[in-house]
């Protein structure tokens, strides 16, 4: 749970929808076996006359459909094997086990039963409907009376059906796509634009005073500073969009009041001005903050709100934590000196936490993260940071060097890969969806030429043909839509997790999508129902 816990979710989102994708498919496939199997059915009524058992036709469509099956799912493996390296170049780097993911016996063999499964699914229902043929009814009906009423339902089914699973599926995309535009429109609470990040890591047993580390990140921030093309440089542990230190403090004047761990956050002065993250009320830290002098402190919006509900947080003293420490290094008084804006991480987990600043100068660390805002690509100022950094300690490090551009698409990278995928198998499903019933149209159309003559000979115009047709469309989507919209809502608790600024039950995406829906496959039933329109009474009467 601790390594997977924050992805299981999605991935098994996607699992699912990759399931109704099958099951689309699959009642694509039966339909148009069902189909088949009417044009076939004297075919058929004259194998059983001559001695053909029933559980031989049965045989006959589950091999077809296992045929079908095996082609599919072979086509399908090449298409892994062509696509995987793009797929996980495009999975972010922090999903568990990436690195083992690919094509081994057990895809395979997972491939192969969920084919095999494919197969009984869009095979079961012509095999069923074969093995119930009446043989004597069969042989008597002509082309225009093959087509059952029980035929006819389970076609009608499987349609609405598929529209039942596309519109839920595409419910869920739409959902998806509108809590990633959302995340892309919050403001992070700081300049992202030109910040190259950097770590920086000072010797335990080199820098053994606080004097040293100082003078030591003095000399980096001048030299980069200095540097052509740099705006600001300041140092941090850690960088706006990274918290992993907690600390504790109490209020003073509050003794019996138990606060929480907090995320502590050490800046260097200047660091809010050249982040260019509001200073809401107080100051910034200076350059004469050290040790020796009174600890000061700058808290954010969500700690004011959390421990100073009235307000007024400027002055107020904070104690330090000693069960935390902080590394033994910082005093134990802080005066609240400023309050600053909240910093809001990209992502599903966007919840603010309360946080606390110090001064870097009079708390220094050996590990901090140098932030450098430049007027061009950062990417370019790696090797100036190297450099820099040779030339005030030959043994300092520089590691992960990356653009906080960088770490914010990589914040959002697993919602992205939801949105996609979930996108890419909606359109998917509703494709399917959307053949399937233009077939189902287009064959009712060619089934019914002789009805449509004679209702034209007696005075019927195009237009009402046409209407005749889309109607006709209308009855199969309609339903599917109506079931489609009760199976989101059901599936909508799963899908909960997955969104930002969002309601999985949002009014306008449960009435946009269905009617989009329904506009969409009418325009695809519109081929079928002009057919209708263009045929020759005369000729259609004479078909028999």
């Given amino acids: 749970d601790e390594v997977v816990g924050t992805v299981r979710p999605a991935l098994l989102i996607l699992l699912g929808a990759v399931g109704v994708v099958l099951l689309i498919a699959c009642a694509n496939v039966a339909g148009l076996l069902l189909a088949r199997l009417t044009s076939r059915k004297q075919e058929l009524a004259v194998r059983c006359a001559l001695g053909a058992s029933r559980a031989a036709l049965v045989r006959q469509f589950f091999a077809g459909g296992a045929l079908l099956a095996v082609l599919g799912g072979a086509a399908g493996i090449m298409l892994a094997v062509w696509g995987q390296d793009a797929l996980l170049a495009f999975v972010p780097q922090d999903v568990p086990r990436l690195s083992a993911a690919g094509l081994d016996a057990r895809v395979l063999a997972f491939t192969a039963g969920v084919s095999l499964l494919a197969a009984l699914l869009f095979a079961v229902v012509p095999a069923w409907s074969a093995g119930h043929m009446e043989v004597f009814e069969a042989l008597k009906e002509t082309s225009r009376s093959l087509e059952s009423g029980r035929s006819v339902h389970l076609r009608n089914l499987l349609v609405a059906g598929q529209v039942s699973l596309a519109v839920a599926l595409t419910i869920g995309a739409a959902l998806l796509l509108q809590s990633f535009s959302r995340m892309g429109q919050v403001n992070p609470g700081f300049r992202t634009d030109n910040l190259l990040i950097a770590d920086l890591g000072l010797s335990a047993t080199k820098y053994t005073k606080w004097q040293q580390v100082v003078t030591v990140y003095r000399q980096m921030l001048e030299k980069v500073r200095n540097a052509p093309g740099v705006i600001s440089a300041h140092l941090a542990y850690d960088h706006p969009l990274d918290a992993n230190w907690l600390t504790g403090f109490s209020i003073e004047g509050r003794p019996n009041e138990k606060t929480d761990a907090v995320q502590l956050r050490i800046v260097t002065p200047g660091y809010f001005a050249g982040m260019g993250q509001r200073l809401i009320e107080g100051r910034e830290f200076d350059e004469q903050e050290d040790p020796s002098r009174p600890g000061v402190a700058i808290v954010n919006e969500t700690f004011v709100r959390r421990y100073f509900p009235g307000g007024h947080p400027l002055g107020q003293i904070l104690l330090s934590d000693a069960t935390y420490n902080w590394r033994g290094q910082l005093p134990t008084r802080f005066e609240i000196v400023g309050v600053a804006a909240d910093v809001h991480r990209p992502g599903l987990k966007t919840d603010v936490d309360p946080a606390l600043y110090v001064c870097a100068w009079q708390a ?3 590990e901090m993260s140098l932030l450098v805002r430049t007027t061009n690509d950062p990417a370019s100022a790696g090797a100036m940071l190297r450099r820099f950094a040779l030339q005030v300690d030959p043994d300092l490090p520089i590691a992960r060097i990356t653009s906080m551009d960088s770490v914010v698409a990589q914040a959002v990278a697993q919602p992205r890969l939801n949105t996609v995928l979930m996108s890419i198998f909606s359109v998917l499903g509703l494709s399917l969806a959307l053949v399937g019933t233009y077939g189902l149209v287009a064959f009712w159309v060619g089934t019914h030429v002789h009805e449509i003559g004679v209702r034209m000979a007696l005075g019927a115009t195009h237009a009402s043909v046409f209407a005749l ?43 946009i999508v269905p009617t989009a829906v329904l506009l969409v496959g009418l325009l695809a039933c519109l081929v079928p129902a002009w057919r209708a329109t263009r045929v020759d009474p005369m000729l259609a009467l004479r078909a028999e």
Avoid: E, K
Wanted: net charge positive; hydrophobic share 55%; glycine share 10%.
């Fill in 469 to 511: 047709v889309l109607r006709r469309s209308a009855m199969l989507i309609v339903p599917g839509i109506v079931v489609g919209l009760g199976g989101a809502l059901f599936f909508a608790r799963f899908l909960r997790t997955q969104l930002y600024g969002i309601s999985a039950l949002d009014p306008f995406t449960l009435a």
């Fill in 364 to 366: 220094p660390v050996r």
